[in-house]
């Protein structure tokens, strides 16, 4: 069954440092894509950064990298020069692509990270 | 812009009421979603939507019902609230290509006393 684990409830970082949160997985599918949101106190769901299972290199936007590591089916999510805004939940998410595509996720228990001034 | 509306952001209602939470999407998106979000548990999959009229269960479905009678609404019921149907809920949509994301709404925070 597919699996996604988030294993730090709670993390802090200095402003302008760089922070890695964590996100491990699981899934028997060959074919599948990997996903980072954003949920600040306001409660929306923001998109942040996407990952295929067959992409070659490591996906960028802005200050967000996604550090996947196939092998050990792990697929960190690094934010660079922290900023107070960034002060949010993150999930990490999986979706398998099945002929059926429904576009199904499976989300992680979520990381709360608050930046420090 | 894309968009998901929800048709309200807080609700407050007694056990055993009938609730309807409504969710719009403006982008034309074949497929819906309805997740809940409790704390420590990240997003659970109610039910999705992949058509008019077309529905399947997602990992959680037990008292809840969903309706989608047109292609940019999405609603979910609560046949008769319970307590532990205190939650946020979120609504979710997209068109199912690979490597597209969900866009989702705004929330709606129900509170069941």
């Known amino acids: 069954a597919q699996k996604i684990t988030q294993t730090q409830p709670g993390m802090f970082v200095q402003e302008k440092e760089a922070v890695t949160l964590d996100c491990t997985y699981d899934?028997?599918?060959?074919?599948?894509?990997l996903f980072w949101y954003k949920q600040p106190s306001s409660g929306e769901m923001i998109f942040l950064i996407y990952?295929?299972?067959?992409?070659?290199q490591n996906a960028t936007e802005g200050r967000y990298s996604l550090n996947f590591q196939k092998a050990r089916k792990s697929a960190n999510l690094v934010i660079s020069a922290s900023q107070l805004g960034d002060s949010a939940m993150y999930f990490c998410?999986?979706?398998?692509?099945?002929?059926?595509?429904?576009?199904?996720?499976?989300f992680g228990q979520g990381t709360t990270l608050q930046v420090k001034p | 812009d894309v968009k998901v509306t929800q048709s309200s952001r807080y609700l407050v209602k007694r056990t055993g009421e009938k609730v309807f939470l409504e969710c719009v999407q403006d982008?034309?998106?074949?497929?819906m979603f309805w997740y809940r979000q409790d704390p420590g548990l990240g997003l659970r999959l109610i039910y999705f939507s992949y058509d008019v009229k077309m529905k399947e269960k997602g990992d959680i479905p037990e008292g809840y019902s969903v309706s989608r009678e047109k292609k940019e609404r999405f609603s979910l019921i609560l046949e008769s609230a319970s307590t532990n149907q205190t939650s946020m809920y979120l609504c979710?949509?997209?068109?199912?290509?690979?490597?597209?994301?969900?866009?989702f709404g705004p929330g709606t925070r129900l509170t069941v006393l």
């Open positions: 982008m034309d998106h074949e497929n």
């Open positions: 899934t028997s599918d060959p074919s599948y894509g």
């Open positions: 979710a949509s997209l068109t199912p290509e690979q490597g597209s994301e969900q866009f």
């Open positions: 990952q295929g299972s067959y992409d070659q």
């Open positions: 998410a999986m979706r398998d692509f099945p002929s059926s595509n429904t576009g199904k996720l499976i």
